[in-house]
């Protein structure tokens, strides 16, 4: 049925296409899926990928940035020269299709573990934070003039945000209590440069080849505010999959990172970047927690769910180790 779909959907952008083939779908969450597909085409197929909220979903839930704005900054990223698929298409109301977007298929590994592990990236690993870093300071140089409309968020206000979602669950964490307690203290409040932030610069949201980074995806999260959130973020130990003594996303250094972003004319402010890693470190614990409570009250008692959900005692674990020497 949605090959049909598509077909007519890109004979109509597409010149000279005539239909499409291999549509899989590759994920699936509670209001998105992921398609990849071939556009046929005379002088040869090409890769392509449908992102969309199929017909009869509702809105975005009001931290995502919505599709028609995450295709609008991802084509931003691109004709800027950053590492992101270039937008095909944005999916109309009469084709059928949804909301979404339609981008061009980049080729490589999101996969962390493989990534970290298998021989085929053994070169690139290397490269990445530093290359990360560039990139990072490219989105973050990007002109708000041209943004979409997006939220604002401040340190404040996500220190709010998560201890009204932590109090939710009525399931006291003494560690959490305790990182809460430091973020207010050590709360950095408003930047002095407000930027566009990713949201979520992170494996899993990271195409990556043989010879580095190739696409930054995903881009539901983004919104203005400190860009050192996207520096802390990557740090988080969660994201490192057991290389705990790379900081990085289990592949680099802080001080590569860095070197990256400053290298591409922007400034690091370390202190502020260490602020948002354990902010980044209890806001994944409480997203853990989140899928517990959802596993344990809610019509959906997947393994998956649980599994995700007993990762908040690791988190507890990540944020005494960052807090101990700062106590």
């Not at 004979?11 to 992921?34: C, D, M, N, R």
């Amino acid at each position: 049925m949605i090959e049909a779909d598509l077909g007519r959907c890109v004979a109509g952008f597409y010149p000279g296409a005539s239909g499409v083939a291999g549509a899989a779908k590759l994920s699936g969450g509670a209001s998105q899926e992921t398609w990849t597909f071939d556009i046929v085409h005379p002088s040869g197929n090409v890769g392509a990928i449908l992102r969309r909220a199929p017909p009869g979903y509702g809105a975005s839930p009001s931290r995502a940035a919505g599709l028609d704005a995450e295709a609008t900054l991802m084509q931003l990223a691109f004709d800027a020269g950053l590492p992101s698929p270039r937008v095909l298409h944005v999916l109309k109301e009469e084709e059928g299709l949804g909301r979404g977007f339609i981008m061009a298929r980049v080729e490589g590994e999101t996969i962390a573990r493989k990534i970290l592990r298998d021989e085929e990236f053994a070169k690139a690993r290397p490269l990445l934070a530093r290359q990360l870093g560039k990139v990072a300071a490219g989105i973050h140089s990007l002109p708000q003039a041209k943004l979409p409309k997006l939220r604002s968020m401040t340190s404040t206000q996500e220190i709010a945000d998560l201890g009204r979602e932590y109090r939710s669950f009525d399931r006291p964490r003494p560690v959490f209590e305790l990182a809460l307690r430091w973020l207010a203290d050590h709360d950095p409040g408003a930047s002095r440069e407000v930027t566009l932030v990713h949201g979520d610069f992170r494996h899993g949201n990271l195409i990556i080849g043989p010879d580095g980074v190739r696409a930054v995806l995903d881009w539901e999260l983004a919104h203005l505010g400190d860009p050192m959130e996207d520096l802390g973020w990557i740090c988080v130990n969660s994201w490192r999959f057991g290389e705990i003594d790379k900081p990085v996303g289990g592949f680099g250094s802080r001080e590569d990172l860095f070197a990256g972003y400053e290298e591409a004319g922007r400034k690091v402010v370390p202190d502020r970047v260490m602020f948002w890693e354990v902010m980044g470190t209890l806001r994944w614990g409480i997203m853990c927690c989140g899928m517990m409570q959802r596993f344990r009250s809610g019509p959906d008692h997947s393994m998956e769910r649980a599994m995700i959900g007993r990762r908040a005692s690791e988190t507890e674990i990540d944020l005494l180790r960052l807090l101990a020497p700062r106590a």
